[in-house]
């Protein structure tokens, strides 16, 4: 029967080595073998967790004596580089995967501040940096002129959103019409003003942002696990959300839902996340879904 399917759809889930902490940043793959997770503190470390041994252990340690929350982290795998930025506290630190070491750091006058939970990613070995709580900003290192370049957005610009890169090549090569996809967010942390507008940015020829006047997600969110399937798929995990059916209702969601990139449809999954929550999804080499709950108690997945 359906309710026994149902029942069946959120076991599925396998519990694994609890967070370290409550509140990190988006957790990355470093390897087949291994994930990096980020928390928010003074004098902390990234902290790698072994998908063979279920466990997490000190990496490599942060700059010292800087207070680092609210912040982003992406990986180029290709040169060992951890890249992690700090909007609200205009921090931006490089750390080598190979040397185990942090061999940058920039504060303040540098950086441009975007404020609390943007995303980030590495396209074509550059970092880049989306949106913020307080501004429409895309924001790419220039590694030559050390500083980052600035792109506007179209607005708003929000926290707490979600942003992806496609690309039809494998090789991440720039005559593959890449695309950045943003979902999503909250406005405003302050009002609760979660959005349901998704985004789109080619970054070839030059970078260019338009919204979707006819697509948006199924609800107005923020804080959801993603991850792309194949180049084919979007899944979309948990997070918190507003009904508009319900004026009230302003609350955690356990649903998953899958959107397919040819015609920006989405469509509820059978399955369920593991509880209702905010969450970070990572996809594996192996194409495990890891799913990683910020705030709440720390849970983890796969």
């Given at each position: 029967?359906?309710?026994?399917?149902?029942?069946?759809?959120?076991?599925?889930?396998?519990?694994?080595?609890?967070?370290?902490?409550?509140?990190?940043?988006?957790?990355?793959?470093?390897?087949?073998?291994?994930?990096?997770?980020?928390?928010?503190?003074?004098?902390?470390?990234?902290?790698?967790?072994?998908?063979?041994?279920?466990?997490?252990?000190?990496?490599?340690?942060?700059?010292?004596?800087?207070?680092?929350?609210?912040?982003?982290?992406?990986?180029?795998?290709?040169?060992?580089?951890?890249?992690?930025?700090?909007?609200?506290?205009?921090?931006?630190?490089?750390?080598?995967?190979?040397?185990?070491?942090?061999?940058?750091?920039?504060?303040?006058?540098?950086?441009?501040?975007?404020?609390?939970?943007?995303?980030?990613?590495?396209?074509?070995?550059?970092?880049?940096?989306?949106?913020?709580?307080?501004?429409?900003?895309?924001?790419?290192?220039?590694?030559?002129?050390?500083?980052?370049?600035?792109?506007?957005?179209?607005?708003?610009?929000?926290?707490?959103?979600?942003?992806?890169?496609?690309?039809?090549?494998?090789?991440?090569?720039?005559?593959?019409?890449p695309r950045?996809?943003?979902?999503?967010?909250?406005?405003?942390?302050?009002?609760s003003k979660?959005?349901?507008?998704?985004?789109?940015?080619?970054?070839?020829?030059?970078?260019?942002?338009?919204?979707?006047?006819?697509?948006?997600?199924?609800?107005?969110?923020y804080f959801?696990?993603?991850?792309?399937?194949?180049?084919?798929?979007?899944?979309?995990?948990?997070?918190?959300?507003?009904?508009?059916?319900?004026?009230?209702?302003?609350?955690?969601?356990?649903?998953?839902?899958?959107?397919?990139?040819?015609?920006?449809?989405?469509?509820?999954?059978?399955?369920?996340?593991?509880?209702?929550?905010?969450?970070?999804?990572?996809?594996?080499?192996?194409?495990?879904?890891?799913?990683?709950?910020?705030?709440?108690?720390?849970?983890?997945?796969?």
């Amino acid at each position: 029967s359906e309710t026994m399917s149902e029942e069946k759809s959120s076991t599925r889930w396998k519990k694994l080595a609890n967070c370290p902490t409550k509140l990190f940043a988006n957790p990355v793959v470093l390897s087949e073998n291994e994930i990096i997770l980020s928390p928010y503190g003074k004098n902390e470390y990234l902290r790698k967790y072994d998908i063979t041994k279920d466990k997490f252990s000190p990496y490599i340690p942060y700059p010292t004596e800087i207070n680092i929350k609210f912040h982003t982290i992406a990986i180029d795998r290709k040169s060992g580089k951890i890249y992690l930025y700090d909007g609200c506290d205009r921090i931006f630190v490089e750390f080598d995967v190979h040397k185990q070491l942090v061999t940058k750091c920039k504060k303040k006058k540098q950086i441009v501040g975007n404020g609390k939970l943007c995303t980030s990613f590495v396209y074509d070995h550059q970092f880049h940096v989306i949106g913020g709580t307080e501004k429409e900003r895309h924001l790419i290192w220039d590694t030559m002129q050390q500083k980052f370049n600035e792109y506007h957005m179209p607005q708003p610009g929000p926290g707490g959103h979600s942003s992806i890169v496609l690309s039809n090549g494998r090789n991440g090569n720039v005559y593959d019409n890449p695309r950045i996809i943003v979902f999503g967010g909250n406005e405003s942390i302050k009002f609760s003003k979660y959005l349901d507008s998704i985004s789109i940015c080619d970054l070839h020829p030059e970078i260019t942002w338009r919204k979707l006047k006819n697509h948006t997600m199924p609800y107005k969110q923020y804080f959801f696990g993603t991850i792309v399937y194949k180049q084919l798929y979007v899944i979309i995990f948990g997070g918190k959300q507003k009904d508009p059916n319900a004026k009230t209702n302003s609350g955690l969601t356990d649903e998953i839902w899958i959107m397919t990139l040819k015609t920006f449809k989405f469509s509820r999954c059978h399955m369920k996340c593991p509880k209702k929550a905010k969450y970070y999804a990572v996809l594996t080499d192996k194409n495990i879904v890891h799913l990683f709950e910020y705030e709440g108690n720390g849970g983890h997945w796969k």
